[in-house]
């Protein structure tokens, strides 16, 4: 099993503080210390870092908290390995460019014996669960619109119809964004917390450590942050229902007719 | 302009000599400084560092000078802006997936009024003439070869003949590589020396540091290095000839019947 962490903002905004104590779950307050990856847009550009140590002890993670990138679409994932080696090409988020817009995925649960057929231009690189489910939807997506990717009140029914089978497998819980926009799935256990004026202070669960966001943001800021598990213990966080799929821009859930 | 850098070996090595030197160029001992980036194949999978900051100083590049990544095939780009801005979507190496393979690509030279119609899966995402070339490469391969990619000596041949009309709306310098081998054209300038025993000391040029290979490698180990122009000055590098396609696997040019 692994964990989530994703970001979606209205004004570009750095993940330090949710970051900070999104690693220590990876090997100090939790297990998950096999590989991390964090994968930031930076307009329809993205970076990912990603390391098969421990996010806890990590030389790259180190480099990722303490230098801030700011970003309207942020996806994380720490793993602990149950389906596919502890190797990179196994470590998430995964990647790939459709339509000329890259498109990242993390995914956190099991989907056992998936080994569906995977036909399309999406092939997998690794051998894990998580990257054949992220072809698979990429795939379908791919063949039913080959010129653009369709608007998007279309593209969330169709992820909620591709997704929906898939999920018999198992566990899909997940992120996926397009630098537009971030789609966030539940089977089983995700949260999301909506930040935006009147900010507070908030305090991590994993790592003594605050922030007070009234020193940091402007009055029309908007930061949703989604998460397996809460990480702060004094804000507001929502649990998604099962089989939930929320698709978040600027920094608030899309409420569709 | 850009400049390139590139390696190829027999066995997993790191390129942080290499990489100190280069990293210089982006900003201290030449005027590359628009941005950079390094991919490092680790099996089937490959990371990568961007930075649109000065090699020189950015905190990515000095984290991977510290962080030795044994890598097969390592590619890496310093860039000095000419055709698109000066934005992440610009900043090379690119990479995409194909067959199953990550294929990472960076380019030296502008092709002046390259607007090809791209037509394929594979689309550009940023506004460079490099990844207009890069996309058209790929499509073309894809197109060929649905199913998988063509044997060595014929993917070989593709790429001299894909390339060559590219080549003439100006300068075609780059490396290429799916982590199994490293491709690397010259239109104008780009050198390579191989390192195998007897091995001996190197001095780069950009910064006075030298290291001496002879404690750091075993007997058969046995690397390549291709760069825009020679890192070292007390080594042999060999210019390439025009429009000569190197394909290099093992540390060493593959000759071909």
Chains 1, 2 share one sequence.
Not at 24 to 29: H, K
Not at 83 to 100: D, F, H, K
Request: glycine fraction near 6%; hydrophobic fraction near 35%; charge should be negative.
């Amino acid at each position: 099993m692994c964990q989530l962490l994703g970001m979606n903002c209205n004004v570009p905004t750095d993940i330090c503080f949710s970051f900070e104590g999104f690693c220590e779950r990876g090997g100090n307050t939790d297990r998950h210390q096999d590989g991390w990856g964090i994968a930031f847009f930076e307009g329809k550009a993205y970076r990912s870092f990603i390391d098969t140590k421990p996010s806890s002890e990590s030389p790259v993670a180190q480099m990722v908290k303490n230098y801030p990138i700011k970003s309207l679409n942020t996806i994380a994932h720490i793993r602990q390995a149950t389906i596919g080696a502890v190797e990179l090409s196994n470590t998430q988020p995964y990647q790939r460019e459709a339509w000329g817009l890259n498109w990242i995925f993390a995914h956190n649960g099991d989907l056992w014996n998936y080994n569906p057929i995977i036909k399309g231009k999406f092939q997998p690189v690794g051998t894990s669960d998580s990257e054949r489910a992220f072809c698979t939807i990429m795939n379908t997506l791919a063949a039913k619109y080959p010129d653009c990717p369709p608007p998007l009140k279309q593209l969330y029914k169709e992820l909620e119809e591709i997704c929906a089978p898939i999920a018999e497998y198992g566990t899909l819980n997940f992120l996926l964004s397009n630098g537009q926009l971030l789609f966030a799935r539940c089977s089983t256990l995700l949260y999301y917390v909506i930040r935006q004026a009147p900010f507070n202070e908030a305090h991590l669960i994993d790592k003594d450590m605050s922030v007070d966001f009234t020193h940091l943001t402007g009055d029309n800021d908007r930061v949703a942050v989604i998460a397996t598990q809460p990480l702060t213990n004094n804000e507001a966080w929502t649990k998604f229902e099962k089989h939930q799929l929320i698709a978040f821009k600027d920094g608030q859930p899309v409420e569709f007719d």
